[in-house]
Structures are given as C-alpha cells and as structure tokens.
C-alpha cells in the first residue's frame, strides 16, 4: 500500500514537472496582429506585386498581372503616389527605392500631354510630401521642375487652367474643365512656394480658385463646368461632390494650412450657401444632392461616391453634427451593398452606377469622425468596411475595383490612390501611426499629408505672397 502511494505520488511529481516545463515563465505575447498591422501586411503584398509586375509603370493590373500607362510614357504615378503611404506605415527601404527611382531615373521633359488636374494631386502632392519625409534636395529639384511644366496651363484670359498641358512645350489643350479641375492646386502650389521662395505657383493657384469663386450664382452656389477662356458656366447644374469636390476641400485647407484670410471669407461664403441650399434630412441621414445653381431648387437625388469626401470637411471645419448625419447617409448606402458605386439615387433607392474603384471617400470621412468623437461606432464602422473591402476586392496578389458591387465581379485594375489613400485611412484609422493624425497634418486630395508644424505663418505670408 505505502509502496503504491509512493508511485502514485512519483507519478503525479513526474505529470506535474512535464506540465510545468510546457509553461513559459512570461506571459506569451499575443501573436494576433493588430488591424493596423494587418492593413500595413496588405499594402505591402499589394505594392509586392506592383513591383513584380508593373514598376515603373502607373497602374498596377491586379488579374492579369501586367500594367497600364496614363500616356505614352509611364510618369511613375503609382510609386510617386504611394511614398507616403509606405513613410507613415514606416516602411522606410520600400520607400527609398521609390526616392531613387525619382531622384535618379525620373524625366518629366517628355512629349505628352497629361491632364493638370490628376498629375497635380498626385505627381506633384507625392513629390511634395516625398521632400517633406524626405528633405532631400534633389525632390525638391523635382517638385519645382514638375511644378513649373503645369504653369502654361494657367496662362489662360481667366486664370484657370486648361484640362491639358504638355509637359515639354507647355502647348495647351481643353477650355472646359470642371470646377474641382479648377480649384485644386492651394495646397501643393502653395507648398512649392513655400519650399521654393517664389510665389508665382501660389499665385497661380489663387487666382484660379477665385476665378471659381466669382463666379458663384447670386445664392452663392458654383455650378459645375466652366469654359476657361471666357469664365462662361457651360453647365449649371450644383454639386457639393464630384466635379466640384476639392474645390471646397481646398478652400479650408489651404486656409487652415498657410493663413491666408482672402481664402478664408471664399470658404465662408461658399460653405453658408451649401448648408443653407443642400442638406435634405432623411431620418437619421443628411443627403446632399444636385441643385440649380440659381433658383436653388433640387434637380436630382442622385449622388456620386466622391461626395463622401464632405463630411470629413464638414468635421475639420467644426461642423460635427452635420458631418455625422452626412456620414450617416454614406453608411447607409455602404451597408445595403458592402460597398458604395459611382452613383445612387437616394429617393428611388436605386443604383445608378455600380462600380466601385477602391475609392478612399467614405474611408477618409469616418476617419475624421473617429478622431474628432472617439466614438467606437466609427472604429466598428472602419472594420466592416476593411472587411467588406477585403472579402470583396482582394485578388491572390494585390487589390481589383469591383465591376458590379452587386455581383462582386472584379475587374482588372488597381487605381493608384487605393494605397495612397484608402489603406492609408484605415491604417491611421486603426491607430497605425498615432503622429499622423488630422490634427498634426494636412492631407492633400490624393492623402498626401503636410505637417502644419512645418509651415510657418509668417514666412508663409512672404513666400506665397499674400
Ligand atoms: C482621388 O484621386 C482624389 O481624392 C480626388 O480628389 C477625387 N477622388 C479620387 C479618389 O476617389
């Protein structure tokens, strides 16, 4: 008997030594990663296959594996648009190929006509925000020579530039532009004269959104095309989003950005009229949608995706229960479909275009909210969105734009601002890198961001010239 509790006590010391030594003696680490870091894994698979099969060309074909060029030539816009994106995920040597690739291989003087409004915003804001990360010198060589082959597209009657430039002869080419094509260049024209000391792109710039914004109706509202060489509208129906956009965005950013108090009473006025004209209260929802720019009268209900850029102004310029109720709309349209198409009319409930380019909008705008409420209903939001995007879109090597966001059937093609902007939203979302947040910078159109620190008032002033 004691012989049988002796083994039996044997044993049990034995079990008791194997179990203890299967026990770490710290806690374990939680392996699970974290959605910023998931995002961040995404981005790089994504810009792996970029590399594989499309560097240096613009566009990344995300199903046949090829690519695609804007023109004849490539202009590296999916390197230059994605630097700053692998900067704040800290991606530093994918980053740096990109820089040497710009700095050592990069030639604008070439042959072809590219549209100003596109190569601005992202060429031009990525090669900006590149020398900001960056301070290299040889960037900002590049910026100042990219920046100064757009500047014949300004030279028109009214100030507002052509669709078109050639980036060699600077021959000039398309008198109707929209108003967003008009009023997008305060951000990165004002920081090239910042970085530059010479004025003259900020100049430009100005004088182009005001152009715009004299010619606002008598309510106050812009209409949508405008004909560059005689300040005409040649269309007069009212939006706050697509066409228009980054016209409104810009107005407040640059203001907030440089100072400028011209810019500011535009962004006043201009904002009043829209507030006062478009919101149309549906329950829980704010809907914004298409208006004669002279009687104020609705025309459509139909919205665009890029619209959903508003509420993340509308939260930046202190607005926030109105941006909650527009980011309510978006919400509604993103969970009836698991994604949002190019348009939809809000009182039929019907979709008018269903495709689906990865567009950053809806992203960007919750991301605002998240950081100006701390609300996790816009985290939560963030994560379903992340999910549908991935379920949806994620190919076996990069990321497709869907076809039909009813059926889910992609189609081949990556757009360039998917990793500048919409995973750099969720990645900021997400917490990914707390120094880059909508406090401590300016993000242009394109995602591209500035750090207001970087930006001195005064000098601003003298610099940009006002
Ligand atoms: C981007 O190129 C920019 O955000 C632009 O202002 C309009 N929208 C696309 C992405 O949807």
New binding site residues.
């Given amino acids: 008997m004691i012989k049988h509790i002796y083994l039996y006590f044997i044993a049990a010391l034995l079990l008791c030594l194997s179990a203890c030594a299967d026990q770490p003696t710290a806690p374990a680490k939680d392996t699970t990663p974290s959605l910023a870091d998931d995002v961040k894994a995404e981005t790089l698979r994504a810009w792996q296959a970029y590399l594989d099969y499309a560097w240096p060309h613009d566009n990344l074909l995300p199903l046949s594996k090829g690519y695609r060029d804007w023109y004849e030539k490539p202009l590296g816009i999916s390197p230059i648009d994605a630097y700053s994106t692998l900067k704040v995920m800290g991606a530093d040597e994918k980053a740096e190929q990109i820089l040497r690739y710009v700095v050592d291989s990069s030639d604008f003087n070439v042959d072809m006509n590219v549209k100003v409004?596109?190569v601005n915003?992202?060429v031009l804001g990525g090669l900006l925000a590149m020398y900001e990360w960056s301070g290299d010198p040889a960037v900002l060589a590049k910026a100042e020579d990219f920046g100064k082959r757009l500047m014949p597209a300004f030279d028109t009657p009214t100030g507002m530039p052509t669709y078109s430039v050639n980036l060699q002869t600077g021959a000039i080419s398309g008198d109707v532009i929209c108003v967003?094509e008009a009023g997008?260049y305060l951000i990165e024209f004002g920081m090239l004269s910042y970085y530059t000391e010479d004025p003259s792109f900020y100049q430009a710039a100005k004088k182009s959104s005001l152009a715009i914004h004299a010619r606002r109706s008598a309510l106050g509202l812009l209409g949508r095309n405008i004909d560059v060489q005689t300040g005409e509208w040649t269309v007069r129906l009212a939006r706050i989003g697509?066409y228009v956009?980054?016209h409104y965005?810009y107005l407040y950013k640059a203001w907030e950005l440089f100072g400028d108090t011209e810019i500011k009473a535009a962004w006043e006025e201009e904002i009043a009229a829209v507030m006062k004209y478009y919101p149309e209260r549906i329950d829980d929802a704010t809907w914004y949608g298409e208006l004669n720019m002279d009687t104020g009268e609705k025309v459509s209900s139909e919205i665009m995706?890029?619209d959903a850029?508003f509420p993340a102004i509308l939260t930046m310029s202190g607005k926030l229960e109105e941006a909650k109720l527009a980011q309510n709309a978006w919400h509604q349209y993103w969970t009836k479909f698991q994604a949002v198409g190019f348009g939809y009319n809000y009182s039929a409930d019907t979709l008018t275009n269903p495709y689906w380019?990865l567009?950053?909008?809806i992203i960007?705008s919750n991301f605002y909210l998240w950081e100006a409420t701390g609300d996790s209903m816009y985290y939560k939001r963030a994560e379903t969105y992340y999910a549908d995007m991935k379920s949806r879109c994620r190919t076996d090597v990069a990321y497709a734009h869907l076809k039909d966001i009813r059926t889910g059937e992609q189609d081949d093609e990556m757009?360039?601002?998917f990793i500048?902007?919409?995973m750099k939203y969720f990645y900021l979302t997400f917490g990914g890198n707390p120094d880059v947040t909508s406090q401590t910078h300016v993000f242009n159109?394109?995602?591209h961001p500035f750090a207001k620190a970087s930006v001195d008032k005064a000098f601003a002033k003298t610099r940009l010239g006002f």
Avoid: G, V
């Fill in positions: 409004f596109e915003i992202r967003a997008s697509c956009d980054s965005e995706l890029w850029y380019q567009n950053p909008e960007e757009a360039t601002f500048a902007e919409t159109t394109e995602a």
